[in-house]
């Protein structure tokens, strides 16, 4: 673990440097992010800020650690290198149509599913495994792209994963995939200081779409082959390939992501809506409209560290919107770390245990989406 200190470090502090060049950068090329109906803040915000964490990140890993010399790991920030590419068009140009956007994901995907052979080993079909890897990889990168949509948001749900991916690589004997996590998750961690409602700087598409691509892609890297072990596998001998359960792992630790994507996809279909219909209407938008006892203990928080801090006076926009926005990521901070946890103590679970776990996540998803779901976010 010592080896990782110098390297982590490292990439906290050069994010830190970083990130306030890059929003000067951006205010000088005018690539910012303006207030519009849909939008929740009230003034611009520079873009760019996925520039302050790609690069100390790769800074980091290529000059600060010298064990990273994995060529998967190569070819994956080689590829997400190509998205953040992407995503910088799409910043700079003020948005490009969602099916370019898409067909450039489906592309850098398959580059790395075929190109690099990075993919899972699931089915026993070869086009099967690699048909199944660039979706998976699109439907990431989606993800985080669409869950970009609150100060700290993205960012911070990434990190929390990156870190339970961290400590699910190290356990699993894969130290320089988790080397991989621990820098990003420490890039994330010090770009938090400026992306952290009041917001100064948003990470942009090129943000988002690395961040996604690459967590997914670790997904798939992960080999968590200690499941071989377990009692399921001793008692019910067809169930020895252990690729069968470890798919739950990238599941549960992008539970958010994923959680919210397909409650989006499933509210905008039966609303007569298409799926790529831009709106305030993901889970973060409707937790903002609710309350509760846990609600207005977070409020109250809140509005100490504001007073505390006099971060009021920073700008209008946490001034209106800021608290609802603040409680509202603490709490996706909060099941995003409860998710991560989960995975865990899995390999602690008999069949019986996995099961009971598998089940009450599903439970428990289903009666967050009907209550999300029946907040009023449509105009008929």
């Keep these: 673990m010592e080896a990782f200190l110098w390297p982590v470090l490292a990439a906290f502090v050069l994010t830190l440097i970083i990130v306030p060049l890059i929003k000067q950068l951006a205010w000088k090329f005018n690539i910012v992010d303006r207030p519009a109906a849909r939008k929740l803040q009230v003034e611009a915000v520079p873009l760019l800020g996925g520039l302050g964490f790609f690069i100390p990140f790769v800074l980091a890993l290529g000059l600060f650690y010298k064990g990273a010399t994995d060529l998967n790991l190569k070819a994956v920030v080689f590829c997400s290198g190509l998205m953040v590419l992407l995503g910088f068009w ?9 099916r370019l956007k898409l067909g450039g994901q489906i592309l850098i995907s398959a580059l790395l599913v075929w190109g690099f052979g990075i993919k899972t080993t699931f089915f026993d079909i070869d086009i099967l495994n690699d048909l199944v890897s660039i979706g998976w990889l699109v439907f990431i990168t989606n993800s985080l792209n669409l869950l970009d949509n609150m100060d700290g948001l993205s960012a911070g749900v990434s990190a929390i994963a990156a870190f339970f ?4 690589a190290y356990k699993a ?12 998750a420490a890039c994330l961690t010090a770009f938090l200081k400026y992306n952290f409602s009041p917001a ?20 798939i890297l992960l080999q968590v082959t200690e499941i071989r072990n377990w009692t399921v596998f001793l008692t019910f001998q067809n169930f ?4 069968f359960i470890s798919v739950l792992i990238p599941l549960l630790v992008l539970g958010v992501p994923i959680f919210d994507t397909l409650l989006v996809m499933a509210l905008r279909t039966f609303n007569g809506l298409g799926i790529f219909t831009p709106g305030r209407d993901h889970s973060s ?16 928080f809140i ?6 801090t006099d971060r009021r006076r920073r700008t209008r926009q946490h001034a209106l919107k800021g608290i609802a926005q603040t409680r509202t990521v603490l709490i996706l901070y909060a099941c995003s770390a409860l998710l991560g946890g989960a995975t865990l103590v899995l390999s602690q679970l008999s ?9 009450l996540v599903l439970i428990v998803a289903l009666f967050s989406a009907r209550k999300l779901g029946e907040v009023l976010v449509y105009r008929k």
């Design 240 to 243: 020895q390939r252990y690729e």
């Design 200 to 219: 100064s700087i948003f990470m942009g598409d090129l943000g988002s779409l690395f961040l996604g691509f690459t967590l997914g892609a670790v997904a």
């Design 303 to 308: 509005l100490f560290y504001i007073k505390l």
């Design 90 to 98: 799409d910043d700079s140009a003020g948005g490009i149509s969602w």
């Design 285 to 300: 938008h409707r937790l903002t409209q609710l309350k509760g006892a846990v609600q207005r203990r977070l409020d109250k």
């Design 173 to 184: 004997g894969q130290p320089d995939l988790a080397m991989f996590c621990l820098l990003l």
């Design 351 to 359: 069949l019986k245990g996995i099961v009971f776990l598998a089940v």
């Design 165 to 168: 991916f961290f400590l699910l």
